[in-house]
């Protein structure tokens, strides 16, 4: 599908245009630039719930970088795929380092629907543990001053019935189906059906699976044993499709495939995160798969422990403090 200049102009491709305009406001301090970035009532679903304001993104995005002024987020990979002639939806992993704090490192994942060069609906996911970790910080101690608002708009809809022709983000082009309906079997069989020993069939055998709290997982093994300790505290659960997009570039070593993910279970397993209560957890997250001769070489999976832990420590009585902003 050819992308008109519209969507993404004065860059040269959307690309261009995610990795210039991130920088300019996160890097170069062009808070404002918010206000031509997104439509003014955009919406931004994160691990805390859905925001549906501009200010509340730009208020966020200020206290963010006040708070951490020498942090330098560097686009790891964009993923980018026309939505009509005139948007787009990418996924861009951003690696997070510190210019003073040379040990830190994190990465967050933003999904952003830009319709004529503005965001109308994004997609947000950030490993706040690893954060925590890596100051020095008790993660349930700042799960406790968080509130889960929870979801609304598209993500309380059911999961798109085929999300190879339709996600969240509207109708997507039908890029690379093989390569995408792996992917999906691949969640349905192994992270919903449970059917561990099956990794090996989509995977290669060295495989590389960055996740959450800046850990890296390598073999089919290794895989296996990071998936169950995901799921442990929540063994009933379920992951839900929401939405796909791909690129092949030679820039980011061949075909990705992004994947917008929402989990659903109950607090009722391994007691992970103290006494167990029983009550729903939903766990936003995205992960980006590299794909080369046809088996998956790589994923990047993105997602909060800490907006997880804040959910089960509301439900059992800890009284959150109520931030008016979850950006």
């Not at 206290?63 to 993923?79: C, F, K, L, Y």
């Not at 690893?130 to 101690?141: E, F, H, K, T």
Request: with cysteine.
């Amino acid at each position: 599908m050819d992308l008109k200049p519209i969507a993404y102009e004065p860059y040269a491709d959307p690309d261009d245009f995610i990795r210039e305009v991130t920088d300019l406001i996160w890097i170069k301090r062009a808070i404002g630039h918010i206000r031509e970035n997104y439509v003014d009532d955009s919406i931004v679903h994160g691990v805390y719930g859905t925001s549906v304001t501009r200010e509340e993104v730009i208020q966020g995005s200020l206290m963010r970088i006040s708070n951490t002024p020498n942090r330098v987020g560097q686009a790891e990979d964009i993923i980018w795929e026309a939505r009509g002639d005139d948007a787009f939806l990418s996924s861009h992993l951003v690696l997070s380092t510190d210019l003073e704090n040379l040990d830190f490192r994190t990465r967050g994942i933003a999904n952003c629907l830009y319709r004529r060069g503005r965001m109308v609906e994004e997609w947000v996911v950030r490993d706040g543990v690893a954060v925590a970790r890596q100051l020095g910080q008790d993660p349930d101690q700042l799960a406790r001053l968080k509130a889960f608002r929870g979801f609304s708009g598209s993500m309380v809809e059911p999961a798109p019935a085929d999300v190879i022709a339709v996600g969240d983000s509207g109708p997507r082009p039908d890029d690379h189906r093989n390569e995408v309906q792996m992917v999906l079997e691949f969640i349905e069989a192994v992270w919903n059906g449970r059917e561990l020993e099956r990794v090996e069939e989509f995977w290669i055998r060295d495989l590389v699976l960055n996740t959450i709290d800046d850990r890296t997982i390598v073999r089919p093994e290794g895989y296996r044993r990071a998936l169950l300790r995901m799921l442990r505290p929540f063994p009933g659960g379920r992951f839900e499709v929401r939405d796909v997009v791909t690129h092949d570039s030679p820039r980011y070593a061949g075909l990705r495939v992004a994947v917008t993910w929402k989990f659903s279970g109950l607090y009722d397993g391994a007691a992970d995160f103290g006494p167990l209560t029983g009550s729903p957890v939903e766990i936003l997250g995205i992960s980006q798969f590299l794909i080369q001769s046809g088996r998956i070489v790589k994923e990047t999976r993105v997602y909060d422990d800490i907006a997880t832990r804040a959910q089960i420590f509301a439900a059992r009585g800890d009284e959150p403090f109520l931030s008016p902003n979850i950006y």
